[in-house]
Each structure stands twice: as structure tokens, then as C-alpha cells.
């Protein structure tokens, strides 16, 4: 299967505010998406490895993004990962900056900490890509208490994904 390029998944921005925010850009409608459901009604899920586009050198953002991705999918009743799973997500770690709290605190905006994630859903037996929904986050002001917000910027995308799959597996197009 072939991965779109960096440019095709890159979010058209992130707002700083003032704690950890998600947003989203609009998505075509899928009132034909009727997915197939497990016997126990679950939507059946493929997830690939995410890939970094970033280039971020000290960290795996590519398997930490998928570890979490595949933890927040397990905990929501509407999917079933399985290797056979119909639906195939393909991730994009698309951005990311570690931030500075210190900077953060002096002038809100400056040193801010933010992560886009874009998951492409594919169904397996017709090849069509079904949708593409994306997540943002960002720390773009605030001090001491801010430290640390690299580490759990990438699940605060990926729970704005997952809510928009969400939305997805109950027959909804994903956005606002």
C-alpha cells in the first residue's frame, strides 16, 4: 500500500492557547460508509506502525505514536484490532515540537509544544480510502506546571483522532 506524501497529511495549522487544545480540519462527507461490523459489533481495525515524518532524532514519535494509538483503539468499545481487521489505519506523526515551559511562561506562544497526527482509513477489500482525519495539539502558554507536555502531546492528537473514528464507526462523518 502506498503512504501519501508528508505534504498530503500536513494540518493547515495549530492555535496556541493556553492549555492543551485538538483541532481538526473539515472532512467530505461519508454518508456511504457502511462499515463492517464484528459478530460483537465492533468496527474491525488493521493498525500499521505510524510513521515520523518530523525528523525528531531523540525519540521514536513513529512507535510512540502507535503504541498509543492501538491502547486508545483497545479502550474504545466501538474496535476490534485484528491483523485481518477490514479497515487499515495508516499513521502520520506530522509535526511536532518539543516546547519550552521556561519560554511558555515568559511570553505565552513563544516555546510552545505542539503534535499533529493524521490517520488515513483504507478499506481493505475495495481499496478506498474512506477518510482522513487528523489531530493537533498545543501548549502554547503557561510555566512549571506545563513541564512535561512532550510526552503526552502526541495522545492529546491521537484522542481527537480516536473521537473522530469514533464517529466514523457509528456511521457519522468525522469533524465538529
Known sequence: MRIPSAPALVLTGVFALEGCA??????????????????????QLRVQPCIDRTGYASRDLGHEATDTLIAKLKGSPEFEIKTDGRYVLSCDVSAFAEGNAVKRW??????????????MVVDSTTGETMAIVRGAATVGAGGLYSIGADKIILASALDDVVRQLRQLASGKSPGK
Do not use: I, N
Request: glycine share 12%.
Open 22 to 43: 485538538s483541532s481538526f480540519a473539515e472532512k467530505e462527507s461519508l454518508a456511504d460508509l457502511h462499515p463492517v461490523f464484528s459478530t460483537d459489533g465492533r468496527m
Open 106 to 119: 515568559l511570553l505565552p506562544g513563544w516555546g510552545a509544544t505542539s503534535g499533529q497526527v493524521a490517520v
